[in-house]
């Protein structure tokens, strides 16, 4: 009995030892974390994998599921989600948890628009703890805090993100940079002060200045770019070249032999046809096309198109009114393009210096053009015809119902369209080119942002022609950075008169853009949505503010009483600046009128600017004085050029051309994009506008 009394008391005093055994071998079985990998961005799954993940799990291993389930509901777009989720973080975090979690409230603060907010967050971060992962993202939340404008912090943000990403992400880095170096201008690229030690943004800003040099020449700007990779070989863009100067590699250009002119001939829009016709015909037979005429050459001797096709001398009274579709440079409908305009047009500032063509004129005036009539058969119908016929590139066509027919048709020709549709798509053998009043005001945002103005009210017509316009300008002042734009309206010429003889007059008042109002989203907890509190431009909608400009959309005859009702209700000595569109513009302006319109500020193409004198008159006696059509005869001037260089157009970033309608740029989607000349009254006279 001893012997197993002895056994059974030596296995009592082993079975702790056994159980302790298996405990901490069954631990050592268990799955190790995986948060770690996965919080150094070494691995990536979607939120619900994390969201599982933190449920199962406890203690620091699930604060890391959560912070990581937050991360990537950001990326999905899940904004409500993931504040509701970061909100319910523990208060005791780990030093790495803790700099997650102020990566993460930066980038829901950029998931919820507010880039001031974000940038300034961003400014009182320390990231000398972060490691690489989360450095990457603290530069990306830099990139989009800054919206794509370019500037000295988003190169410095983009040059320093480089170097810490995965090579599958370095050709996106490397675009971003290319493209905020390209959007700047010379004068903003010459202004860029940088530290001795940034030799990777030196190289950069040295490939921007060959690129100014040479984007107008194909084979210049092939060859710039060797010799710049050879003297750069370090430079991420010399081992990873922008995408869009791969495409330089490949330019070829395309044949310009051959041309096929789609305009209307008859009806409501044939007037706009046959100038712009008239203008096309003129730059092919004369070589005009850029505005590269000096101010004290003689006028070009051109040859006059058929006159059965071409004639646009009848007066302004038997043209006919109406046509939809029409995107023109001052007005919406016939009745604004076609104004008499007896008296002898002034020529603005004709002594201003002449702008160089950044594209020269090419030499190609053996082409054949042919001229099809697009209100005399379907489109289609004569998309076929121009197959048929051999044409290589087609100019046209001009109505908008007829461009959108034309980019459903997915033709194969090259198309230099002469409007844009509602919804540009980008098509590789596709350009738009239009003189429309968005056009216009656009360049007109650019302008006063320009001149240092930040609180602009716009006052337009109560009609879609002053909706249109209000919208472009909003937009354009966004994406320039700027906040509120305020809108007002006002009616026809009988109303304004009414509004003199009253002595009402105009106050600058008017209410907020709703696209141009800071984004508020609403937030949902628990079930229940609470609406976003008003913004402080909703609160004070319909008061003037501190309104320091005025983009005014109106006919010469609106602005003769527009302007003094300003005056007579605010003062003459208001502070604001007015600015005008050309639609106020006609050339047969009287002494009286100039002094009125003292200090108001006007956009012109350039060739109405006196920057083409020759080309000016010349377009004036072919279309009887008329400044609209005048407009149109040199968008057919420009059109002959861009034909031309339709390949450079499509295929090489930042084609640029000194045109008669305007310094002409292409963006992604081939559409062109037009800067105009501003002028103003000073004294009685016309000058430039500084």
């Not at 974390?33 to 799990?57: F, P, V």
């Not at 020529?347 to 005399?376: C, F, H, L, M, R």
């Not at 103005?453 to 950075?481: K, Y």
């Not at 009402?504 to 609403?522: D, E, N, R, Y």
Request: net charge negative.
């Amino acid at each position: 009995m001893v012997p197993s009394t002895l056994i059974r008391s030596k296995a009592a005093r082993c079975l702790p030892v056994v159980l302790a055994a298996l405990l901490f071998a069954g631990c050592g079985t268990q799955a190790p974390d995986q948060s770690a990998a996965h919080m150094q961005g070494e691995a990536q799954a979607n939120s619900a994998y994390y969201l599982q993940q933190m449920q199962q799990s406890s203690d620091d291993t699930k604060t890391n599921w959560q912070l990581l389930a937050i991360r990537a509901l950001i990326k999905e777009g899940k904004r409500e989600q993931a504040t509701e989720l970061y909100r319910q973080l523990p208060t005791d975090l780990t030093a790495e948890q803790h700099r997650e979690q102020r990566l993460l409230d930066i980038e829901l603060i950029l998931a919820n628009k507010n880039y001031q907010g974000a940038a300034a967050e961003l400014a009182s971060l320390d990231i000398s703890d972060f490691n690489d992962g989360q450095k990457a993202r603290y530069y990306q939340a830099q990139i989009d805090a800054n919206q794509g404008r370019p500037s000295l912090e988003l190169l410095r943000a983009l040059i320093a993100q480089e170097p810490l990403l995965k090579p599958a992400d370095k050709q996106k880095n490397i675009d971003a940079t290319w493209q905020a170096l390209s959007s700047m201008t010379p004068d903003q690229a010459n202004a860029l002060v940088i530290s001795a030690d940034e030799n990777v943004l030196r190289g950069w800003l040295d490939l921007q200045r060959m690129w100014f040099d040479n984007r107008s020449d194909p084979a210049m700007l092939k060859a710039g770019i060797q010799d710049w990779q050879t003297r750069y070989p370090q430079n991420p863009g010399a081992k990873l070249l922008p995408t869009q100067l791969v495409n330089v590699q490949n330019f070829k250009p395309a044949s310009a032999d051959k041309i096929a002119l789609l305009l209307p001939l008859n009806g409501q829009a044939a007037v706009f046809g046959r100038a712009i016709q008239q203008g096309f015909e003129a730059a092919k037979n004369s070589g005009v096309s850029p505005v590269n005429t000096p101010a004290n050459a003689p006028q070009t001797e051109t040859a006059q198109p058929a006159a059965e096709q071409l004639t646009a001398d009848q007066p302004a009274a038997e043209q006919p009114a109406g046509a939809d579709g029409i995107v023109s440079p001052s007005a919406a409908n016939v009745n604004d393009l076609t104004r008499d305009a007896a008296a002898p047009a002034a020529e603005p500032a004709t002594q201003t210096p002449v702008a160089q063509a950044s594209v020269s004129a090419p030499a190609n005036p053996g082409a054949e053009i042919k001229i099809y009539d697009t209100s005399s058969q379907p489109l289609n119908q004569v998309l076929n015809q121009v197959q048929q016929d051999g044409a290589s590139i087609v100019v046209g066509p001009l109505l908008k119902p007829n461009v959108e027919e034309l980019v459903r048709s997915n033709t194969p020709l090259n198309v230099l369209a002469m409007n844009e549709p509602e919804n540009v798509q980008n098509r590789a053998n596709v350009c738009y080119f239009a003189l429309s009043p968005e056009d216009e005001a656009r360049d007109a945002a650019e302008h006063i942002w320009q001149q240092g103005q930040r609180n602009p009210l716009v006052l337009v017509p109560r009609s879609a022609l002053g909706d249109r316009v209000t919208r472009a300008f909003a937009e354009q002042w966004q994406h320039l950075g700027g906040g509120t734009v305020l809108q007002q309206k006002f009616g026809s010429v009988s109303e304004l008169k009414m509004g003199i003889n009253s002595g009402s007059g105009i106050a600058l008042t008017g209410s907020p853009v709703a696209s141009s109002l800071p984004s508020q989203q609403a937030t949902t907890i628990g079930g229940l949505t609470i609406p976003a509190p008003p913004t402080d431009a909703q609160i004070t909608a319909g008061s003037s503010g501190n309104v320091d400009s005025v983009y005014i959309v109106a006919s010469q005859d609106e602005i003769a009483l527009i302007k003094p009702m300003i005056a007579m209700r605010t003062g003459s000595h208001n502070g604001a600046t007015l600015y005008a569109s050309s639609r106020s513009s006609q050339g047969n302006t009287g002494p009286d009128f100039r002094l009125e319109m003292e200090g108001l500020q006007f956009s012109e193409i350039p060739m109405l600017a006196g920057e083409n004198p020759g080309l000016q008159q010349q377009a004036l006696a072919a279309v009887n004085n008329d400044f609209s059509l005048a407009r149109l005869y040199a968008m057919g001037v420009d059109a002959w050029s861009l034909a031309n260089h339709f390949s450079q157009m499509r295929q090489v970033q930042g084609f640029q051309l000194n045109g008669n309608t305007g310094t002409l740029t292409a963006d992604q989607d081939c559409v062109i994009n037009r800067k105009l000349t501003w002028l103003k009254y000073q004294q009685g006279q016309v000058v430039r506008a500084n």
